[in-house]
């Protein structure tokens, strides 16, 4: 019988989502849970307290029993799962001065990070780092407006659903267009 460990994955994943945000650029790896790197991540974000939002073709009915966070409109989600970056900048909470941390997380699934060479500078970077990210020009632009005052601005995951390799950049990380 192939049993699965969910803490053991969840602290595992934890650690490298952790790993991923402090270190932009840098390419990590989540395992699959239930055949899948997505619900992998869902599984180790979500909890009874939060709230996301599913714009994939992911099937989150076995998520939804095991952390019981709740469903909500991309307009008040914390996690926003998708598969298209189109508008859902505008769209998603970035908290407030008071409350920073009420702000939404984007996992962004992807076939691959073939797209934009960029420079990347902040807070986890020596000086500078170039790097591949699939985006375009528009999304630096917006990426950039959203987090220019900080603590406010938004994390986003950009997860290879094909391998599970994981890039991230946070909030306080700077994108120039090479």
């Given at each position: 019988m ?19 945000l ?90 691959s ?12 970077i ?13 999304f ?39």
């Open positions: 192939n049993s699965t460990d969910i803490e053991k994955n969840n602290r595992e994943t934890f650690r490298v989502l952790l790993n991923a402090s270190m932009p650029g840098n390419v990590e790896k989540v395992n699959k849970i239930f055949n899948s790197y997505t619900l992998s991540i869902a599984s180790t974000l979500l909890y009874s307290e939060v709230s996301y939002i599913n714009n994939t073709e992911e099937e989150f009915t076995l998520i939804d029993a095991i952390t019981n966070a709740k469903q909500q409109n991309i307009q008040n989600a914390d996690y926003v799962f998708c598969c298209s970056l189109d508008g859902v900048l505008n769209e998603i909470k970035k908290g407030s001065y008071i409350s920073p941390e009420d702000s939404a997380t984007i996992i962004y699934l992807v076939n990070f073939e797209g934009l060479n960029i420079s990347l500078k902040g807070p986890g020596d000086k500078e780092k170039k790097a591949t990210y699939p985006i375009d020009e528009d630096v632009y917006e990426f950039n407006k959203r987090n220019k005052s900080y603590p406010l601005g938004n994390e986003i995951y950009f997860l290879n659903k094909t391998n599970g390799e994981i890039k991230a950049l946070s909030r306080t990380t700077k994108l120039e267009v090479v």
